[in-house]
T-cell receptor
Framework: DMKVTQMPRYLIKRMGENVLLECGQD?????MYWYRQDPGLGLQLIYI???????SEGDIPKGYRVSRKKREHFSLILDSAKTNQTSVYFC???????????FGSGTRLTVL | QQKVQQSPESLIVPEGGMASLNCTSS?????YFWWYRQRSGKSPKMLM?????GEKEEGRFTVHLNKASLHTSLHIRDSQPSDSALYFC????????????FGTGTKLQVVP
């Protein structure tokens, strides 16, 4: 069963704390993504990873960094979280960057 | 930043009616167009993709594409309450190293 798994589903952090969001996929997809979704803004790309250690900034990378050391895992890190990073974060994967995206179930992050 | 414009922002149609959603890209390099559906509290899932001029039909869903005007539309006939969701258009270029950029979505509500 093709799956993108995100952990955790819900997370509450205080401003200034570090945040780690994790994502895994079992489809051997080359490309993985982190998007954030805010009302009225749609899905905005934070980072894209074309393969292990081959990461590129998306449209809103400021305040985030990523790590991909294995093809099936892609992590999003917020160093010193800010209140404006409160959002729903989706991880996605695809065979290549020109193919259908498969999304995880999302992480709702609240930064107080 | 290139934009993906979707209209209308929200749409209410009666059960059994026709829903028409529109999407236009401002990036002349794109040539792949996608429609994703996101039900409330769930993650987006690819609904239909179209890469050539013309029309594509799958059941009650039809997509049109006019590459010259970078415009795609999604039409849902005989709309059902289960079609109520947020519909996103996404665009990408066919060359490698690009990624899908999403519009802000159309919220469709089908009322009995």
């Amino acid at each position: 069963d093709m799956k993108v798994t995100q952990m955790p589903r819900y997370l509450i952090k205080r401003m200034g704390e570090n945040v780690l969001l994790e994502c895994g996929q079992d489809m051997s997809h080359e490309t993985m993504y982190w998007y954030r979704q805010d009302p009225g803004l749609g899905l905005q790309l934070i980072y894209i990873s074309y393969d292990v250690d081959s990461n590129s900034e998306g449209d809103i990378p400021k305040g985030y960094r990523v790590s991909r050391k294995k093809r099936e895992h892609f992590s999003l890190i917020l160093d010193s979280a800010k209140t404006n990073q409160t959002s729903v974060y989706f991880c996605a994967s695809s065979f290549t960057s020109a193919e259908t995206l498969y999304f995880g179930s999302g992480t709702r992050l609240t930064v107080l | 930043q290139q934009k993906v414009q979707q209209s209308p922002e929200s749409l209410i149609v009666p059960e059994g009616g026709m829903a028409s959603l529109n999407c236009t890209s401002s990036d002349r390099n794109v040539d792949y167009f996608w429609w994703y559906r996101q039900r409330s509290g769930k993650s987006p899932k690819m609904l239909m993709a179209i890469f050539s001029n013309g029309e594509k039909e799958e059941g009650r869903f039809t997509v049109h594409l006019n590459k010259a005007s970078l415009h795609t539309s999604l039409h849902i006939r005989d709309s059902q309450p289960s079609d109520s969701a947020l519909y996103f258009c996404a665009v990408s270029a066919s060359n490698s190293g690009t990624y899908q950029r999403f519009g802000t979505g159309t919220k469709l509500q089908v009322v009995p």
